[in-house]
């Protein structure tokens, strides 16, 4: 890893990772390099594909949507069948994240949806098109998710008051079609600048500030991240469904704290269906996330009552999101 970036990289990526749309100026201030050097390094990272791309974290539930992951297993999946489903997946509609896994399903993906009509129709195009090839097929229904940060690169761990649980509520936030433009504009593109992101949206540079700082208050963005490469450097990226038992709000907190805590889990959600807890992790290989499992059942071993793995082999820049 270290023949790709350097302890410098290391403490930009960090900074990017807290925000990754501050000012070139902050950055260079905060890491104690020049501008020039900010700016090269960041062109560097994103030349040799270490980061991805720029992203922003929208608090869904506030704009009125769920998000719901759907699991499938094939009879046996192969190559035409693979690109078949990924081409199908690309058609539909409000697809935030699909993988193709290993294990016990052979793909896995996000929808964001309204209401249960849509989970409905996506499900029947799936049984119209692929019924045939599925073995079996769960949907977990995602009531709160908590996105971390590339905390397995950084040497300390970061964790701060930005990190905040997106949950389910009946409460919404009305938003205008120029501020879901914003969104749009910036969901792949977190550190577009203001002049180039106001040209896109057609208002004033003053104006499409203080929309943006509206959104940012009424935490209706709840962060601007970055997406690592992990391939790049063969880090190995593994999905868990835990169903729980003799638990209480409290034990539940303790877990989920614990998760946060943990170096290499990027994300948390609370889900409705076969499991209770879901989370991802990166690891190095095998034999870091074994040890990871053994801890995390020794410690809550009366609380877990099954768990599942997956390896998310080979995610897919899928993203079909349009808010309405």
Not at 139 to 162: A, C, G, P, T, V
Not at 206 to 229: M, P
Not at 276 to 293: A, P, Q, R, T, W
Request: hydrophobic share 40%; charged share 30%.
């Amino acid at each position: 890893m270290n023949k790709l970036f350097d302890k410098i990289d290391i403490k930009l990526l960090r900074e990017l990772d807290i925000n990754s749309r501050q000012p070139i100026s902050q950055i260079a201030k905060k890491i104690r390099v020049s501008k020039n050097v900010v700016n090269y390094r960041i062109n560097n990272l994103l030349d040799k594909k270490i980061i991805s791309k720029f992203c922003t974290v929208e608090n869904i539930p506030l704009l009125g949507y769920s998000k719901c992951r759907f699991y499938i297993k094939f009879n046996s999946i192969h190559e035409t069948l693979e690109n078949n489903f990924v081409a199908f997946l690309e058609k539909q509609k409000n697809i935030w994240w699909a993988a193709r896994t290993d294990n016990e399903f052979d793909f896995s993906f996000v929808l964001l949806y309204k209401n249960m009509f849509e989970i409905k129709k996506l499900n029947s195009n799936i049984t119209y098109a692929f019924g045939a090839d599925i073995l079996s097929k769960e949907i977990s229904l995602i009531s709160d998710f908590l996105h971390l940060r590339n905390n397995f690169i950084y040497e300390k761990l970061l964790i701060d008051n930005s990190d905040i649980w997106a949950s389910q509520s009946t409460s919404t936030i009305d938003i205008d079609n120029i501020d879901r433009k914003i969104i749009q504009e910036l969901k792949d593109d977190s550190r577009k600048n203001i002049i180039d992101l106001s040209k896109k949206i057609k208002l004033t540079t003053k104006s499409t500030l203080r929309r943006l700082r509206k959104l940012e208050k009424e935490k209706v963005i709840i962060a601007y991240r970055y997406t690592f490469n992990r391939i790049l450097f063969e880090f190995k990226h593994y999905r868990v469904m835990l169903d729980l038992c003799n638990v209480d709000s409290n034990d539940e907190s303790k877990i989920t704290e614990y998760l946060r805590n943990c170096r290499s889990v990027i994300l948390i959600e609370k889900t409705i269906g076969k499991w209770y807890i879901e989370f991802e992790l990166i690891v190095k290989d095998e034999v870091e996330v074994f040890s990871f499992m053994q801890g995390f059942r020794k410690i809550f071993h009366n609380n877990i009552k099954t768990s599942e793995m997956i390896v998310v082999h080979k995610p897919y820049p899928i993203n079909t999101i349009e808010y309405d």
